[in-house]
């Protein structure tokens, strides 16, 4: 079974920062794409920002310049480092992992439906 967990968050003022961690663990062969992704109240869940293993990153259009996505290959782990924050980045932050899990029968199988519980961003004054 995958786990991920993510922690980080919190209340800050306009301008501040905010740096998110997520843990990937239990019985995971491989991981491809990590991500981050956010859902203010109401609204849809949106993609903020991608890695792939190599370290290839994207980012949506309102987060760029300001948050910084990252990982560490060897501790299963995505950061997301969020610089200038306004209240419109408000949301719950969930990381997302594709990868390969080894199963009991010493087989893998792919997925990318492996989601965090999700951590609070509140941006306010």
């Known amino acids: 079974q995958v786990q991920l967990v993510e922690s980080g968050g919190g209340l800050v003022q306009p301008g501040g920062s905010l740096r998110l961690s997520c843990a990937a663990s239990?019985?995971?062969?491989?991981?491809?794409?990590m991500s981050w992704h956010r859902q203010a109240p109401g609204k849809q869940r949106d993609l903020v920002a991608t890695?792939?293993?190599?370290?290839?990153?994207n980012y949506a259009d309102s987060v760029k310049g300001r948050f910084i996505i990252s990982r560490d290959n060897a501790k299963n782990t995505v950061y997301l480092q969020m610089n200038s924050l306004k209240p419109e980045d408000t949301a719950v932050y969930y990381c997302?992992?594709?990868?390969?899990?080894?199963?009991?029968?010493?087989?893998?199988?792919?997925?990318?439906?492996?989601w965090g519980q999700g951590t609070q961003v509140t941006v306010s004054s």
């Open positions: 997302n992992a594709d990868l390969w899990e080894s199963l009991p029968s010493g087989l893998t199988r792919w997925g990318n439906d492996y």
């Open positions: 239990g019985s995971i062969f491989s991981i491809n794409t």
């Open positions: 890695i792939t293993s190599g370290g290839r990153t």
